[in-house]
């Protein structure tokens, strides 16, 4: 298969598939969690789990008090690379055209100068990340294998990406098959690897609140 | 696989729910959960992080719900759990964690660390991993009734000295009254002071109440070695008592897991709601206050403070009743910097101050009060819950601090005022 041939694979059947794996795997990774169930709480209620569990998506996604220098970092890393992930993606008008191709919808995009600023806020902090993670020895215990493969699957597409926009490294159309590749590996291990955690985050975030609400606590 | 190994691990995967399976799935090994935790604050090691220390139980979720476990299992590559594993873990799972359930509050994906810990305690007790003190405590509990091996002809002799010392009868075993109490052993054993505080305060309010000669002990160490079965044995003796005696409500004392076993747990182990309310002390004497049932005279002029107790304030729900109270008597009273739901515990719940084994960490940990105390600067410590108590005394004495630990009920006793209450000041410690 010639480059373009491979292009035409991986922006149409390519894309198409692992969209469809996504769907189907984080829809079952979901289903299988919540049919796990727990048991019905008999105990006399103090508060509302529904609120209590709301409000802790919410609340959980700031800084808290008490927050040590383990802590900030973490927030701001994270907020940074995740930030910069999602706007590289939603903004960059190559992206928005390809959206614009399939369901009509469009938006404006961002200028490329501001799509490089994120992309590479966005690699720098998931670069301090994985120094940390080697460098902090509570985080280091923690990591397993899929905490790097998770990181080398979410900086390759961002990678690949600006490599695309300033045109290294390889010729453009193979450079573009392998970010589109890049992306569509990540979109399929979502469902698969702990990168489920942008979705379940939710249910984790709602069961501890509701957990502290049913007995009157904010959590 | 030997048949205590096995039975513990089925208890593990029976205990993998829809949280359980969430939270694991969520956890992006940030650490935070480290910062929040005494036991890693005081000692700076990475095995103290809260989330580590249910590893073993991590190892078989990833087993039986992941993709990968799931791939790896069928073709004979998975690692299963061990009893090596689990022996290795006991301390973790026991001596490093007082259920305080702080870390619960901080991790940022919202993961309730303390629920999966509760839970694995479940598992390493079915396959006969836990500390030695926590398994006597709970079969002293199970065969004599109290976890200190306390009769009720002891309780009847304390009782006796309360009422020599009060000049009120105790009720015991009184059919029909509105109200039964609860004690721990703690209590009954150190610090009897809170049967005629309680006994003042509701003879002042006119509260029927009465004590149960076979179910005075609102411990729970079924809860807090984490055995469901001897838990619920347990709460059916109150549950037996409270029906018998046919009370609208159990009190729960000034101790902070009796308050989660009875009052959030208890319905939950025996499997049915109650047929009466559960009410801690400081909700029923915030009451009185509210209905000007509790009128106090004098104040302490010293600045104190309050110390949290983990299971009755972020596990428990009751915040702002002891605050509410004890801005009744302290003229000066100053919050910790961490407080109410943001706590630092004493360092011995959860059972570690009934693990010798634990003795020394448990010191350690304390070091988080210490600061805590030193920052503040104050010589009175107020608090709600025995165990506390005695925990915070040690390390106090330890550290050579001349700290005094107050109950909150017998202080609020202290101040009861016979008629209306005046506006005197008092010097009382
Ligand atoms: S704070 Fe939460 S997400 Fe971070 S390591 Fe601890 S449990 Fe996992
Ligand atoms: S419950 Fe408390 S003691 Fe246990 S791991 Fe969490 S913070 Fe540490």
Known sequence: MTSTEWLIWVRGPGLQLSLGIFILGMTYRIMQTYFLGRAKNLAEPRGSQWLHGMKTIWWRSFFHPGMTIRGYFTIISGYTFHLGFIITLLFLDQHIELFRSWTGLSWPALPPIVITITAVLGIAALVAVLVDRFADPVRYLLSDYQDYLCWVLTVLPLV???????????????????????????????????????????????????????????? | ?????????????????????????????????????????????????????????????????????????????????????????????????????????????????????????????????????????????????????VKFPALKNQIKHVEADIGLKIPVDVRGAEYMALLSSMEIMNFPEYIGAIAKIFDQADIRWTLASDAFEATNSGIQIGSSDLAAELVERVVAAAERLKVNYVISPECGHAYTALRWEGPNLIGRPYPFKVIHILELLDQLRSQDKLPVTGKIKERLTFHDPCQIVRRGGVIEEPRRLLEMVAEDFAEMEDHGIMNWCCGGGGGVSTNERAATLKLTAFNRKRHQLEALGVNTLVTVCANCRITLEEGLEFNNMDVAVLGLAETLAEHLAEQSPAPTTTQTH
Not at chain 1, 172 to 201: C, Q, R
Not at chain 2, 65 to 81: D, H, I, Q
Not at chain 2, 98 to 125: A, L
Not at chain 2, 137 to 145: D, F, K, L, N, S
Request: with cysteine.
């Open chain 1, 160 to 219: 690949t990406g600006l490599l695309l926009v300033y045109k290294m490294w390889l010729p453009y159309t193979s450079l573009l098959v392998v970010h589109i590749i890049s992306f569509e590996i990540l979109l399929v291990a979502i469902p698969f690897t702990k990168l489920s955690h942008v979705f379940t985050i939710f249910i984790a975030r709602w069961y501890n609140g509701a957990i502290a609400g049913y007995k009157g606590v904010q959590s």
């Open chain 2, 1 to 149: 696989m030997s048949v205590s190994l096995e039975r513990g691990i089925q208890t593990l995967k029976e205990h993998i729910d829809a949280p359980v399976a969430s939270f694991f799935t969520t956890c992006v090994h940030c650490g935070m959960c480290a910062d929040a935790c005494l036991f890693y604050t005081e000692t700076k090691d990475p095995k103290y992080t809260p989330i580590y220390k249910l590893k073993p139980l991590r190892r078989l979720w990833h087993q039986e719900y992941t993709f990968w476990g799931k791939l790896a299992a069928k073709l004979g590559f998975s690692k299963p759990l061990t009893a090596e594993e689990l022996k290795e873990w006991e301390p973790l799972v026991y001596d490093s964690c007082t259920m305080c359930g702080r870390c619960s509050m901080t991790c940022p994906v919202g993961n309730d660390i303390v629920y999966m810990i509760r839970k694995m305690r479940e598992g390493m007790v079915a396959a006969g991993f836990a500390p030695e003190g926590l398994k006597s405590a709970t079969e002293r509990a199970i065969t004599i009734g109290s976890p200190m091996g």
